[in-house]
């Protein structure tokens, strides 16, 4: 108290209660309120004191420069928000694709083959395969002239194989892998065993042929190389000298892809 009155003297103001009570004796009435009623009050707004006396800072105003500055920043921020959603929306909605695969691989148990294959997209989800190598068998039969034997014999082949991955999408969507086509699919494979090879049997020789066989199977990768592959379907197969042979097809390939 003493510290504000002592700042009143200083600056040669009037108390503001001194101040308040003068208003009040000095107001005049308003017109049309009759004497002796109450007077409504005119609402007032006491102000900061300002200059170095008071020991307050004077507030600035505020600047449009600064609205303006404030409101790019907000807008570049939205605007970066929204091109990152949009770009973590597109990565999420890439959908697996087909690869061009090279592989040499090895299948059992209906003879074994050593193969060459390449592989190479058709669309999203197919591929076109062509396949070199060779073939090896055995067999045991009877021979109305030589009784029971056996033989064995080994023949070029080369095969056409197209394929439709239709378990790609729906191995992406449970998190697995889906590099170097691995997944489900339906094949056709059209192979030709070539008319010249060996046979271990002197009487007998190596007639070329020419099949048919649809399929299903399922291919993994595994460490980005080593492959797997299991096949099964049914093998329509004709002789190039005549004779036509239906079989059960099952089999199994490993590999390593380039």
């Known amino acids: 108290m003493l510290s504000q009155s002592w700042d009143t003297v200083k600056s040669g103001?009037?108390?503001?209660?001194?101040?308040?009570?003068?208003?009040?004796?000095t107001e005049k009435p308003l017109a049309g309120v009759p004497a002796g009623a109450e007077?409504?009050?005119?609402?007032?707004?006491?102000?900061k004191p300002t200059g170095e006396r008071s020991g307050r800072t004077v507030e600035k105003p505020i600047s449009i420069t600064n609205i303006t500055t404030t409101a790019m920043k907000k807008v570049f921020i939205l605007a970066a928000a929204a091109v990152v959603l949009a770009l973590a929306g597109a990565q999420?909605?890439?959908r697996p694709r087909t690869e061009t695969t090279e592989s040499v691989s090895l299948y059992?148990?209906?003879g074994v083959g050593l193969h060459y294959a390449y592989e190479h997209p058709l669309g999203r989800l197919g591929t076109i395969t062509g396949r070199a190598g060779v073939d090896a068998g055995a067999a045991w039969g009877y021979n109305m002239l030589g009784g029971d034997r056996g033989f064995w014999a080994i023949a070029p082949s080369i095969d056409i194989e197209p394929r439709f991955y239709y378990g790609l999408d729906?191995?992406?969507?449970?998190?697995?892998?889906?590099?170097?086509?691995?997944?489900?699919?339906l094949a056709m494979q059209?192979?030709?065993?070539?008319?010249?090879?060996?046979?271990?049997?002197?009487d007998l020789t190596v007639v070329g042929a020419t099949s048919f066989t649809p399929m299903w199977g399922m291919?993994?990768?595994?460490g980005g190389s080593w492959?797997?592959?299991f096949t099964a379907g049914a093998t329509l197969a004709w002789g190039w000298r005549g004779g036509f042979l239906t079989s059960p097809h099952c089999n199994v390939r490993f590999g390593y892809s380039f």
Not at 39 to 47: F, M, V
Not at 171 to 184: L, Q
Not at 219 to 222: I, K, T
Request: net charge positive; aromatic share 10%; proline share 6%.
């Open 39 to 47: 007077q409504p009050r005119l609402r007032t707004e006491r102000t």
């Open 13 to 25: 103001e009037k108390p503001l209660s001194q101040s308040w009570d003068t208003a009040k004796s």
């Open 170 to 185: 729906r191995r992406a969507a449970r998190g697995h892998g889906t590099s170097g086509n691995a997944g489900s699919f």
């Open 92 to 94: 999420a909605q890439e």
């Open 227 to 229: 492959l797997f592959e």
């Open 190 to 202: 059209m192979k030709n065993v070539m008319p010249f090879g060996y046979i271990s049997d002197s």
């Open 219 to 222: 291919r993994r990768v595994w």
């Open 108 to 110: 059992l148990p209906y």
